[in-house]
């Protein structure tokens, strides 16, 4: 599991003829090794997505001199794309309420070398993570928030936030609404997981209404966050049978064991900039 | 596979103590074997359900007495109450549109022996499936229902209905909405399939809203019909899953699989007697 | 979630008539409200087995009574019986080796009182989960075994576990093989979570085995651990997808995900006594 | 679902750089739009495999034309190559003993325009399909087959795959053991449905051994055919779960499920191209 030093270019742009010639000379050219690639044409919108990942153990273009070398390519097909590099890690903040099993699951995965990424800092409306967070070292600020407060709140979010620099936001079971403010700052930035099989049950209390309704199976959605409330584009989905036997207290624990790992799988997915946000839905490239 | 001959007493009841004892006395003093026993519990309506299937190879009470030789322990506990027998065959009617998947599965396990009742009587709104049900053998009838002549076109439905003595209508994915008396009229004897997760999706073209919304997994639910469309108590459903590289004539293939699988399930679980249906849920007795 | 005060009674014997009706009216006569009640019938052995749950809020016969009490019926049907209350708490000793996730879910689990047990005791080969053990609270010894020094080591282990009264020991990925006569010693008191779908790839590294066969799923089972290697009756077993992108350290990722909540699973059937062993099979009253 | 038409290069060769620059060039050249691709690294043994679709309406080489106008990339990577139309469309032939649940979706399928095939032959140890063929309108041939006449009835059956051209024997369910010779002659084009997870319960009877061993869980694995007994490489594979209720008879009912859905997924994939065999493993391009 060591890692290669690679360079991941992830793209979009119309579909005309001629791209992955170009891009795949460019990157054969200067001796770069194609490791992965994966593309999709969106038919109804004509549109082209690609992620092709590739060695730059033996690339002739030094890192910081890749991005200026494609751009040709890119202005000539009006791309609009991103070059990473395996080197940069990402920052991670987590936000958390009471409940702490995707915490958990996020930390260890950390500590494992699973989630390849700093994570900076927790932010939590309660003090209750607090052991957790100081068994794994990371940050821990309480920031209370309530109707009344909540401009305050996220005026002091945001200051924390800037100050340990996070580029991506978990909100692993987070019971706050953020504002529309907030969102739009972290555009395809934060990461949702909403204990129901979206759009069913939508809101508040999930696992209730499903219990109400009597379905089979309860399911978990991890999203990216939009202003409108749990309609973010879906990255990730997974289910559970349940039956009659089942009380509403055992569809929660039935849930958690979903919750926790279809949340770190979405953020291993946008940690390996595998996703591509195309008219709110999600191309995914595994 | 051999059929015993066994009796099926299914009841709901206020739950007080002392339910099960009675019944399980009764059964073994006329020398009755149990072979399968399953109860419930509402905790929040303190009812109490139960489905309890004996041999009778042994028992003393003759079939044709069964009912009233129970009917003392039925009225002391104010049971709603059936007792089924293995040798009843339920009738079954199977409707249809165009799209035979569910119809085929039906017919193909009713020939296995795995459905084990008759199918009296095929209804259709197109002529598509009548080289398919005279394959099998059984009556097919087209009666063409349009908005202008629903009414009528019911009306003959009732009497096809009525001559073929079904007891279990069964929606193979027939596209057409029932009328409210006709749903009335066969209250929890009328199973359809719907082709999306419910509650998600209700209503026309679930995989197009399933395509458009991006889910990552796609369902299907078998319910019985209520005068709501697409609400009815849901007796069985599925997932499979899907990536952004599925077209909507893919999510179509895929769901198809599902559609029969979980159709057959419900009716099959409906036959065996293994369903009561409380407070618009079912409970499933597996 | 609070928990009731109840009897748990589980019991196999011949199948015969009125077993039922005897012990549900020992139950009612008594005033206990039976809450859930599972049977099966092994029809090749003739063996009936049974379990049932009854309040005890109402019941007349004091918890220390209870036992003698049913005792004459046990006697009339020659019974295999065991009466558990709620109240009585298991004790439970964790064996581990280096990897760490299926400790760290049992611990978690065991603090959010979704394993309704005290964990007692947890033994390593490796000082590695010392500061884990730490954080929950729970004893740590490390006892380094190795071919060599296999007897002695067992030896501590044994006084380790009589000391902390351990009545089950779950082995949360404990690399080592234990010998016939500890394993003889907890007899179905051993609970071990193997790294493959059983039987398939028995013994030492499973996870490579399924990489060089090019299996499209790996499995993870948990089994009471019996004299024969990874042959011990199955409790519970789930499988996850793989592809033939998958390299062996994606199938330990994905499997670890599988492995922690199956073996936990398995340890909560177990406390809640609703396992048989039968024939070198296990009964799940789910 | 109007198919467009297609050429499908599928090749394997040592992984040097350039491969994919070389073939995208290639195909932009002639103004072909790529519709799919996908490539696969093998690292142990440093093989590129890929598969690669484009759209011939504008292809300005005829289709005649391609593959000599492709041979020199080739030649120049030392590719194991085919080209592939969406306009040539494959033979079936469907070999099958008594069950006929998978014969049956097969000829559904094909029905309905899911299987992009013709099927030329069924042939059959028993009479018992002979109605469903008749009725689907696809020869049907008996060829009964024992110990004794093993030799003389596949001599027959090699004269009747050659008069109808077969280029795939589908073994749905088929009870006979092919001979080696058989095999061989019909490497990567003999598709078989085992009912079992393999590699458990390899051999006789397999949902007889999952019963006996009291697994939670049967597969299906349909597999290419190879000389060693249900050991050649895997195409597809599922599961579903079981409980001590199901008995072997339940088993085999669950099992037809899975075993006509994942037969005919396999020979789904084989049809539109995307298995490549490598050391008796699949890659499977989906």
Chains 1, 2, 3, 4 share one sequence.
């Not at 979009?12 to 044409?41: M, R």
Request: proline share 3%; aromatic share 10%; charged share 25%.
């Amino acid at each position: 599991m060591k890692k290669r030093e690679t360079a991941i270019l992830l793209l979009s742009c119309e579909d005309v003829k001629g791209i992955v010639a170009e891009i795949s000379h460019f990157i054969s050219t200067y001796d770069g090794n194609i490791l992965y690639s994966n593309q999709h044409q969106d038919v109804h919108t004509n549109t082209f997505f690609m992620r092709i990942e590739w060695d730059l153990a033996k690339f002739q273009i030094p890192i910081d001199k890749i991005r200026s070398a494609f751009e040709p390519i890119a202005t000539k097909f009006k791309m609009n794309w991103q070059i990473h590099f395996s080197t940069e890690k990402a920052k991670i903040a987590i936000f958390v309420s009471k409940l702490d099993h995707c915490l958990l699951e996020l930390l260890w995965r950390h500590k494992e070398g699973e989630i390849d990424a700093e994570i900076v800092q927790i932010v939590s409306n309660h003090e209750d993570s607090r052991p957790m967070a100081e068994f794994f070292g990371v940050p821990f600020t309480v920031i209370k928030k309530s109707q009344a407060n909540k401009q305050e709140a996220e005026a002091r979010e945001f200051e924390v936030l800037e100050n340990c620099g996070a580029d991506l936001i978990v909100l692993a079971r987070y019971m706050q609404i953020l504002s529309p403010e907030f969102v739009k700052k972290y555009r395809n930035q934060i990461i949702n997981i909403h204990h129901s099989f979206l759009p069913a049950f939508v809101g508040a209390k999930p696992y209730h209404q499903a219990f109400e309704k009597g379905v089979k199976l309860i399911g978990t959605t991890s999203h990216y966050v939009t202003e409108d409330l749990d309609q973010g584009p879906i990255i990730a989905q997974d289910v559970v049978n349940i039956t009659h036997k089942d009380s509403i207290e055992d569809l929660v624990l039935k849930g958690k064991n979903l919750e926790k790992i279809v949340l770190s799988k979405a953020v291993q997915l946008h940690l390996e900039h595998k996703l591509h946000v195309h008219k709110n839905k999600t191309i995914v490239f595994e």
